[in-house]
Nanobody, 123 residues
Framework: VQLQASGGGLVQAGGSLRLSCATSRRTFSNNAVGWFRQAPGRGREFVATISWRGESTDYEDNVQGRFTISRDNAKNTVYLQMNSLKPEDTAIYYC?????????????????WGQGTLVTVSS
C-alpha cells in the first residue's frame, strides 16, 4: 500500500501551502484519512481527520480555523489546506488511512501511512 504525500516546502510565516495525499482506490474507498505531523525532537501528533464521505472533520486545537482538510473521492486524494502558517507548524506532515469510514485522533486508529512531506515555516 502506497500513500503519496506532496506539497510541502518552505514558506514565510503567514503564508499558505496545500498538501496532497494520493493512494489507490482500494486503499482510499470507505476509509477515513488523517494528517499528522512530527516536529524535530517531538512525537507524531494529530492534525486533522476526515471521514469517508467528508461529512465529518476534526482538527487539533492549534490548527482549527487555519487548516482545512478535504477529499476528492473521484481522485482518491485528500488535501490539507494550510493558511496563516506559523513557525511552530514546521514539521514533517504525514497522511494516514484508517480501515473504517469514521475514526478518531489516535495514531493507532490508522493502518497505512505515507512517507511524509516536509513543511518549513520561516519567521
Amino acid at each position: 500500500v502506497q500513500l503519496q504525500a506532496s506539497g510541502g516546502g518552505l514558506v514565510q510565516a503567514g503564508g499558505s501551502l496545500r498538501l496532497s495525499c494520493a493512494t489507490s482506490r482500494r486503499t482510499f474507498s470507505n476509509n477515513a484519512v488523517g494528517w499528522f505531523r512530527q516536529a524535530p525532537g517531538r512525537g507524531r501528533e494529530f492534525v486533522a481527520t476526515i471521514s469517508w464521505r467528508g461529512e465529518s472533520t476534526d482538527y487539533e486545537d492549534n490548527v482549527q480555523g487555519r487548516f482545512t482538510i478535504s477529499r476528492d473521492n473521484a481522485k482518491n486524494t485528500v488535501y490539507l489546506q494550510m493558511n496563516s502558517l506559523k513557525p511552530e507548524d514546521t514539521a514533517i506532515y504525514y497522511c494516514a488511512v484508517a480501515l473504517r469510514p469514521h475514526t478518531g485522533r489516535g495514531l493507532n486508529n490508522y493502518r497505512y501511512w505515507g512517507q511524509g512531506t516536509l513543511v518549513t515555516v520561516s519567521s
